[in-house]
């Protein structure tokens, strides 16, 4: 079975910036894409950033510029990078992986992740 782990979540002041790693096992094939999805309290899941199964990153407009999606493949571990955070990034942020779905988009992420993928428990971000 795929696990996901998540880490790096905490607290700190807006302009600051954290660094989330998720660390992945068991996936059974060497294509598959992985994004990072935040859900804020009373919120719908929201996809901010991915890498696809044929490397492309993809960002949500409200992140692009200030978050960076990394995957190490020789430490099995996907990365986001996160700077000049603002108060609205406050969220649980949670590690997301599908197989296959080469070219799939931000907005399309959490409808296939819900379906058929696999999921961590999440680290929560606060920012204030």
């Known amino acids: 079975d795929v696990q996901l782990v998540e880490s790096g979540g905490g607290s700190v002041q807006a302009g600051g910036s954290l660094r989330l790693s998720c660390a992945f096992h068991?996936?059974?094939?060497?294509?598959?894409?992985m994004a990072w999805v935040r859900q804020a309290p009373g919120k719908e899941r929201e996809c901010v950033a991915l890498?696809?199964?044929?490397?492309?990153?993809r960002y949500a407009a409200s992140v692009t510029g200030r978050f960076t999606v990394s995957k190490d493949i020789t430490k099995n571990v996907l990365y986001l990078e996160m700077n000049s955070l603002k108060p609205e990034d406050t969220a649980m942020y949670f590690c997301?992986?599908?197989?296959?779905?080469?070219?799939?988009?931000?907005?399309?992420?959490?409808?296939?992740?819900?379906?058929?993928?696999?999921w961590g428990q999440g680290t929560q971000v606060t920012v204030s």
């Open positions: 997301s992986l599908v197989y296959g779905a080469r070219g799939i988009t931000v907005a399309a992420f959490v409808a296939r992740a819900t379906a058929f993928g696999h």
């Open positions: 068991g996936v059974s094939d060497t294509k598959y894409s």
């Open positions: 890498v696809d199964s044929g490397d492309t990153t």
